[in-house]
């Protein structure tokens, strides 16, 4: 188990050091650096190139990611080439609303899948299973920024019962902004995990210890939580680590039509003026925290069903 | 300027589309006469994100700009037809020559509670041409001025030296990036300036704060706090009309034809107030030829591109910078499409079924699509025009380089600025590239004149040139649009980049 975890770890410096070359070099690919990106037609070209020079973008690609490298390994992200200030700063500024709508949504999103599952597991084919799917499946189908744009106008133009955007708003002082947020995202996650769930529900009902269960007088309610639920969350769980990608590419789009000042908008806003320490701060913290939650869950997946080998 | 508005463009217009079903939402939509104390509002703004500064001097954003007007002050501003007024600088007078410019200051205060003097402004304009901070933006226009030899006369008078006579010195004294801070202004985080509005607080991409400053010299603020707050074109149409901002700057002529038709909100529409244009380059085949620069000239069907491009919100160009603005040549005709001319020039430069590139990008609204339309207008003459896109990011930059048609958009500046930026052998943004040694000896001339209706005369002489001659081919005049809450009266529709832009001080809530 340790040499695992020792292993693991390693495996996940590797992982993060290949990475931040990867973006770097990405980075470096797109045309025009952050001191073009000044170039509003305010600055002349030799302000521009004198702009450059100070920032240091006329030295070599490999000596500036060394140097970059160097500073983090000594837990130093760098500094913002566009504002000047510390690159940490615009992690922590941004990093809190997308942690707060991203948590929010799964708070939502769980117990709604699971129950909207059990209940259309347990009515395989009805008309109430049918309902939910053709409903579910129709609010999948709809591309994010659609169901926002079309919620902003009833619910906040139209009605005026939400606001509409985030401008000049505070999270603490009107929680209410995170509604329409919440809800745009809430479409595809909660259909792909009661999906999962329905299935998993099925197939435990059918399952032989089930119909025995059955058999034998089992209580109906019991039977459904103690013996269906735990055993048809399991496909539920896997997806629900696989939720967090459709949740992220949610999240950017939300946070532009919302206006919500999150990692998502930093990080657009970084690759938009090239802000290369930027780009590279919030994609390693994005990484770290994937990196720990895979970890997480392999070493408890290596604790309940010990593997020899590693990284299956 | 617009990078981050073109980015979620698609949003905006999905958003737009959804809006239009979506009108007559409460309010009454007429003015209350009587100007009233008191309020707070908001004002959106294009976001810059993390590039969005404090510091006067190192402004580009529209939304820096907003910010700085509300807390700083510069010497003189530019009026509606971009003719210099005086603001902290009261009168000023030159030698007779235009080289040395005296300017008398204001009785004006420092949110501070210092008098505002002459030291303040040489410090700001050492402050502005220090050449280790190469991004403060007024250094090349006040290139020209030569520090060492200007001086303080008294505590209100200021006089200024230039290295070369300039009658069009006051105006470069209401560019962007130049105004006025405290003597020993360091640090940008803590604004101390004189304009209508005291500072509070800043977050960068996302608001500023102000409250009235009571001892502003020009009448004290009629609202009693100013949000000044960046979004994106999609969020602010929403903010605007879901009652989260009541003032929302540089719409799109889709919007305004969707919240005209409700009344929560209402369009300020400053007209024909910044240009379209395509630009070619004089020095490269086939526009080298100035029979094929008319020929593209008289094939193009302005009105169908500003009814098509810019929704009809703008009116047609005539291949001059500045219709309306201080030394337009008012007295020129407009030129009218004619296709058999344009065939006949285009025969006789042998470019009948040939193909161009067009050099083009999203970098702002309607580059692409006028790009497209031009080019089946073109085609009516058998000229295959291909239009290729480039990096929206550095398309400005790009095309200084690249190409030889492309899209050119500028916002209101003074005629000479615009002149000198853009159209002299050694014009930072010379994108015709246009290079005339007459030309320049011309405009030089031009600006050493004294008497304002002979410089004007000259002006007009040269401008008939480019005209004709030029590789700016400027098809429409887009209106700047804003819309406003239904409360929020005396806005003006002014051009932006004026002095009555954005003016909060002279705005109340009814």
């Not at chain 1, 490999?62 to 160097?70: I, K, Q």
């Not at chain 1, 259309?120 to 609010?139: H, K, Q, Y």
């Not at chain 1, 735990?230 to 789009?253: I, K, S, W």
């Not at chain 2, 004149?449 to 000259?458: F, I, N, P, Q, V």
């Amino acid at each position: 188990m340790r040499t695992y975890a020792g292993q693991r770890a390693v495996l996940a410096v590797v992982q993060l050091g290949v990475l931040s070359v990867l973006v770097f070099v990405l980075t470096a690919l797109l045309p025009g650096d952050a001191a073009d990106m000044r170039f509003t037609e305010t600055l002349t070209p030799d302000q521009v190139s004198r702009l450059r020079a100070e920032l240091g973008l006329d030295q070599p690609l490999v000596s500036r990611f060394v140097d970059w490298f160097g500073d983090v390994v000594r837990g130093d992200l760098g500094t913002s080439l566009i504002s000047g200030g510390p690159v940490v700063d615009i992690v922590k500024s941004s990093v809190g609303a997308t942690l707060v709508l991203t948590l929010a949504t799964l708070a939502v999103v769980v117990p709604l899948a699971v129950a909207l599952g059990i209940v259309m597991g347990t009515r395989e084919n009805g008309r109430l299973d049918r309902a939910i799917t053709s409903v579910t499946l129709a609010l999948s189908a709809i591309p994010d920024f659609v169901i926002a744009v079309l919620l902003v106008a009833v619910f906040s133009l139209k009605l005026g019962w939400l606001p509409a955007t985030w401008i000049g708003g505070s999270l603490l002082a009107s929680p209410v902004l995170l509604v329409l947020p919440v809800a745009v995202l809430l479409g595809r996650t909660v259909c792909l995990l009661s999906r999962q769930v329905r299935a998993g529900t099925i197939t435990a009902l059918h399952a032989e210890y089930v119909v025995q269960a059955r058999r034998l007088g089992v209580p109906r309610r019991r039977l459904l939580l103690r013996h269906v639920l735990p055993n048809a969350a399991v496909p539920g769980v896997q997806e629900l680590a696989r939720t967090g990608d459709t949740l992220l590419g949610g999240v950017l789009v939300v946070e532009a039509i919302f206006a919500i000042p999150g990692f998502a908008t930093a990080l657009v806003d970084g690759v938009e003026t090239r802000d290369v320490p930027v780009v590279q701060g919030l994609t390693l913290v994005l990484a770290v925290a994937a990196l720990l939650l895979n970890l997480a869950a392999d070493l408890l997946c290596n604790r309940l069903v010990p593997r020899t080998e590693l990284l299956r | 300027m617009s990078d981050a508005l073109n980015r979620r463009g698609f949003l905006g217009l999905a958003g737009a589309s959804a809006l239009a079903g979506l009108t007559g939402c409460g309010a009454d939509g007429e003015a209350a006469a009587q100007p009233k104390n008191g309020g707070r509002l908001r004002a959106v703004y294009a976001g810059g994100g993390a590039k969005e500064v404090l510091d006067p001097h190192v402004q580009s954003l529209f939304v820096d700009i907003a910010r700085h007007k509300a807390t700083y002050e510069k010497l003189v501003e530019l009026g509606p037809d971009l003719k210099p007024v005086g603001r902290l600088a009261e009168k000023w007078e030159h030698d007779g020559e235009a080289t040395t410019w005296r300017f008398s200051l204001r009785d004006a205060t420092f949110h501070d509670g210092g008098k505002l003097t002459s030291e303040d402004v040489l410090y700001s304009l050492a402050r502005i041409a220090d050449p280790a901070v190469p991004e403060r933006v007024a250094q090349s226009s006040l290139a020209t001025l030569d520090l060492r030899r200007s001086r303080t006369v008294d505590a209100r008078t200021v006089e200024l030296v230039l290295t070369a006579p300039n009658a069009e010195f006051p105006a470069l004294l209401a560019g962007i990036g130049t105004q006025i801070v405290r003597d020993g202004f360091k640090d940008p985080t803590k604004p101390v300036g004189t304009g209508p509005f005291r500072f509070v607080s800043f977050e960068a991409g996302r608001s500023m704060i102000a409250n009235r400053y009571d001892d502003y010299w020009d009448e004290p603020a009629r609202i009693e706090e100013l949000h000044i707050l960046s979004a994106d074109s999609e969020a602010r149409a929403n903010a605007v009309q879901g009652g989260q901002a009541e003032y929302a700057n540089d719409m799109t002529a889709t919007f305004a034809r969707t919240a005209s038709a409700g009344r929560t909100v209402r369009i300020v529409a400053a007209k024909a107030s910044t240009m379209q244009a395509f630009v070619m380059k004089v020095d490269r085949p086939p526009f080298d030829n100035p029979d094929v620069r008319m020929a593209f000239k008289l094939l193009t069907d302005r009105q169908r591109l500003v009814d098509v491009v810019l929704a009809g919100r703008g009116e047609v160009g005539n291949d001059l910078f500045g219709k309306g603005y201080q030394y337009y040549p008012a007295d020129l005709a407009q030129r009218e499409r004619n296709v058999g001319e344009a065939k006949d020039l285009l025969r006789k430069a042998g470019l009948l079924n040939k193909e161009i590139e067009f050099l083009t990008a999203d970098a702002s609204a309607g580059f692409v699509e006028s790009a497209t339309l031009f080019a089946e207008q073109v085609a009516e003459a058998g000229v295959k025009l291909k239009v290729v896109p480039g990096s929206a990011q550095t398309y400005a930059k790009d095309l200084l380089t690249n190409g030889v048609i492309g899209n050119h958009r500028s916002g209101a500046m003074p005629i000479p600025q615009y002149v000198t930026d853009r159209l002299l052998t050694k014009s930072p943004f010379n994108v015709t590239h246009w290079r005339r040694a007459g030309f320049d000896a011309g405009f030089a001339a031009a600006q050493r004149l004294t008497d304002e209706g002979a410089r004007s005369a000259k002006y007009g002489e040269l401008q008939g040139t480019l005209r004709d001659e030029g590789g700016i081919l400027a098809w429409g005049l887009p209106d700047y649009l804003v819309a406003v809450s239904a409360t929020v009266q005396g806005v003006q529709a002014v051009p932006p980049n004026t002095l009555d832009s954005g003016r909060f001080d002279k705005v109340w809530l009814a």
